[in-house]
């Protein structure tokens, strides 16, 4: 099983970016993806989740408005996009996957889990 994000970097605030999640080693269509992220010191924080299985999505109350995420089937990949990009947004964002349904912001209920890719937000 592997989950691979890509995509972040060093961006100024107000912009715009869109990271990649590209999974391999278990059957995409029945798992659900979520994105989460974490500052130094502060805990692991859910943000957006899909489920390939019935097509849900969740967001979290402080995600909603600037952040969204959608699912390719035919290559696996899970796409995270966040718009107006603030300081406080920088971190280590992760995608994870557990099997069917998403689980909200409950991290510890994911199965499997990417290394992360930092993104840092200028002011």
């Known amino acids: 099983v592997q989950l691979v994000e890509s995509g972040g970097g060093l961006v100024q605030a107000g912009g715009s970016l869109r990271l990649s999640c590209a999974t391999s080693g278990f059957p995409f269509d029945d798992y659900a993806i979520g994105w989460f992220r974490q500052s130094p010191g502060k805990e692991r924080e859910g943000l957006v989740c899909?489920?390939?299985?019935?097509?849900?999505?969740y967001i979290a109350d402080h995600a909603k408005g600037r952040f969204s995420i959608t699912s390719d089937s035919a290559k696996s990949v899970v796409y995270l996009e966040v718009n107006t990009l603030k300081p406080e947004d920088t971190a280590l964002y992760y995608c994870a996957a557990v099997r069917f349904n998403c689980y909200g912001s409950s991290w510890t209920m994911y199965d499997y889990w990417g290394q992360g890719t930092q993104v840092t937000v200028s002011s």
């Open positions: 899909f489920s390939n299985r019935d097509r849900s999505t």
